[in-house]
């Protein structure tokens, strides 16, 4: 069972380099989503997408860009990378169960920007 | 005031010690309440819903006060494969949107 599937691993992109990370789920889950964790702060919520067709900004939305095309592919761009978006990157896909969402998230993306 | 708050630690115990680690939230619309589990350089994984009334799995008890605004999880007999950050997630009732803390460390030794 694959589950959540996050690509590449690792990342180094020099400033102002674009690029996207992908994530893909075959649970048939209908809500994705994508954090960031950098030491210290906790998970904290880029974008997410309550369907295919249907996305929306969470808490630190800027420089990135979402789009979900189908159910299993929510891919994640970096328009312009910046040092400040150096980060360990997690996709997470979810479904409801007794009005609880349980996520079940990718292996992460660690990225660096130079 | 952070919306969700933890005791970073970390709590460093011996094997067999019991531990609880408490979490507060600032909404009192949160609705649903959970305990993750993050080893290092892994992702989070679901430990534990918690429910209105408590609940227990095995050697893990969680609790929610929904007065005071906070969920506790205690562990029992601890195991050195417990070491790992454990992280508090809220819920607001109906929104797609959970909140994480940011997690508390713990390390248990021989």
């Known amino acids: 069972n694959a589950g959540v599937t996050q690509t590449p691993k690792f990342q180094v992109l020099k400033t102002g380099q674009s690029m996207t990370l992908q994530c893909a789920q075959d649970m048939n889950h209908e809500y994705m989503s994508w954090y960031r964790q950098d030491p210290g702060m906790g998970l904290r919520l880029i974008h997410y997408s309550v369907g295919a067709g249907i996305t929306d900004q969470g808490e630190v939305p800027n420089g990135y860009n979402v789009s979900r095309s189908t159910t299993e592919d929510f891919p994640l761009r970096l328009l312009s990378a910046a040092p400040s978006q150096t980060s360990v990157y997690f996709c997470?896909?979810?479904?409801?169960?007794?009005?609880?969402?349980?996520?079940?998230f990718g292996a992460g993306t660690r990225l660096s920007v130079l | 005031r952070k919306e969700v708050e933890q005791d970073p630690g970390p709590f460093n115990v011996p094997e067999g010690a019991t531990v609880a680690f408490n979490c507060t939230y600032s909404n009192s619309a949160s609705q649903s309440f959970f305990w993750y589990r993050q080893d290092c350089r892994k992702e989070p994984k679901l430990l534990m819903s918690?429910?209105?009334s408590g609940n227990e799995d095995g050697r893990f008890t969680a609790q929610l006060n929904r007065a005071s605004q906070y969920i506790s999880l205690l562990i029992r007999d601890s195991k050195l494969s417990d070491s790992a950050t454990y992280l508090c997630v809220v819920e607001r009732g109906g929104s797609y949107i959970p909140t994480f803390g940011r997690g508390t460390s713990l390390i248990v030794h021989p």
């Open positions: 997470a896909s979810s479904y409801s169960r007794d009005n609880k969402n349980i996520q079940y």
């Open positions: 918690v429910y209105s």
